[in-house]
Structure formats: structure tokens, C-alpha cells
T-cell receptor, first 115, second 115 residues
Framework: AQSVTQLDSQVPVFEEAPVELRCNYSSSVSVYLFWYVQYPNQGLQLLLKYLSGSTLVKGINGFEAEFNKSQTSFHLRKPSVHISDTAEYFCAVSGVNTGGFKTIFGAGTRLFVKA | EADIYQTPRYLVIGTGKKITLECSQTMGHDKMYWYQQDPGMELHLIHYSYGVNSTEKGDLSSESTVSRIRTEHFPLTLESARPSHTSQYLC??????????????FGPGTRLTVL
């Protein structure tokens, strides 16, 4: 069965520093990959998604992610973070081996941006 | 703006009470989902629906039940709440076409506390 591992539960970083949030998934067979963000007291919203084509995907708020099939990874990056990026970030995968149209979510990485 | 709504946002109730968590979406999506979210844990799918009069249990066993009488409405009911039901409940929806790679739209969640 498909699984998603977010390697860091918390990432503290100073404002304007770069950040990388790591995500690995268990199978590269026909997968679609997503990053969602959850701000305090809100639901999740889509940051970006990889369906096919270019392995570098750009999303909202200056975030981007790179699909690496050989390493089964989909790490999220931002070159310069802002205080407003403080939130929880979820990596997710769907595909033929996630049980139909269901999406498998990771446990989340809490990004804390310090002034 | 979010087009998926959940009420109440917060609920504190005593053990044994019957509760219904409401979820409505105005996007005309056929597919709807209920997730349970606990701190530091993956989102766990507890119920989903393909459309009107279609409901299925998710991967995480839950004592709750759901109904889908109208496309826009997907309420979740607990007949007798227990402290173990304390959690955050997230409702989501997605389009029918391209089900595997469509993003899910989330409501703001209901934080339930059972005393």
C-alpha cells in the first residue's frame, strides 16, 4: 500500500532564510503528488501538484517542489520565507495504488518562521 | 474564498450525547470526504461519498455515520459521543472527472471535545 513520509515534524527557520520540507512516498507507479498548507484554525489548501511533465513544479506564495522518481521524493522549497509562511504543510499522494480516488496524506511538517 | 463550509467550528459536549457535524459545499462536486485529524498524525479518511445516496467507510474505523441525500450536503453523526472521539474533523470535496489527480477542497474543520 502507498505511504507518505514527511521526514521532519517541525522546521524552525529565520525570516528570509531558505527552507526545504522533505517528503518521500513508497511507490512511484503512476502517482500524483500534492503539497497542501494549513494555516491556524483553517482547512487545508493546495500549494502545488505534480501530475506529469516537468519535474519542477511551481506553486502559490513562491513555493516550488521537485519530483524525483528515482528517490521517490517530492521535497518542497522556498528560497526566502516570510513570517506569514508559518503553518503546517502536508505532502499527499494519490494514484492507482491508493485505493481508488483516495488521497494518502503525510503527518505534516510544522514550519515556524522566526523574526 | 472557501466554498465548503463546516458548522459548528468548535463543539464541547458531554459523554453520551448525539451530535451532527454539518458540511456543505457550493461547487457542485460529486465526491466528498470526512477526515479525522490529530496533532502530529496523518489525516485519516473515515468516510467518503461518490455522489447522492453513495457512502463508504474509509481506512480508519469510526463509530460515526454519514448520509448524502443532496449533492451539496454531507453531514456526519455520532450517536453517542465518547472522549475517544475528541479530535478535529475535516470535510473536503473534489470534482468527479480526473478523480485521481484533482485537488481536494477543505472546509475549516470542526474541533470536537467530548468530556
Amino acid at each position: 500500500a502507498q505511504s507518505v513520509t514527511q521526514l521532519d515534524s517541525q522546521v524552525p527557520v529565520f525570516e528570509e532564510a531558505p527552507v526545504e520540507l522533505r517528503c518521500n512516498y513508497s511507490s512511484s507507479v503512476s502517482v500524483y503528488l500534492f503539497w497542501y498548507v494549513q494555516y491556524p484554525n483553517q482547512g487545508l489548501q493546495l500549494l502545488l501538484k505534480y501530475l506529469s511533465g516537468s519535474t519542477l513544479v511551481k506553486g502559490i506564495n513562491g513555493f516550488e517542489a521537485e519530483f524525483n522518481k528515482s528517490q521517490t521524493s517530492f521535497h518542497l522549497r522556498k528560497p526566502s520565507v516570510h513570517i506569514s509562511d508559518t503553518a503546517e504543510y502536508f505532502c499527499a499522494v494519490s494514484g492507482v495504488n491508493t485505493g481508488g480516488f483516495k488521497t494518502i496524506f503525510g503527518a505534516g511538517t510544522r514550519l515556524f518562521v522566526k523574526a | 474564498e472557501a466554498d465548503i463550509y463546516q458548522t459548528p467550528r468548535y463543539l464541547v459536549i458531554g459523554t453520551g450525547k448525539k451530535i451532527t457535524l454539518e458540511c456543505s459545499q457550493t461547487m457542485g462536486h460529486d465526491k466528498m470526504y470526512w477526515y479525522q485529524q490529530d496533532p502530529g498524525m496523518e489525516l485519516h479518511l473515515i468516510h467518503y461519498s461518490y455522489g447522492v445516496n453513495s457512502t463508504e467507510k474509509g481506512d480508519l474505523s469510526s463509530e460515526s455515520t454519514v448520509s448524502r441525500i443532496r449533492t451539496e450536503h454531507f453531514p456526519l453523526t455520532l450517536e453517542s459521543a465518547r472522549p475517544s472521539h475528541t479530535s478535529q474533523y475535516l470535510c473536503a470535496s473534489s470534482e468527479s472527472t480526473g478523480a485521481l489527480y484533482n485537488e481536494q477542497f477543505f472546509g475549516p474543520g470542526t474541533r470536537l471535545t467530548v468530556l
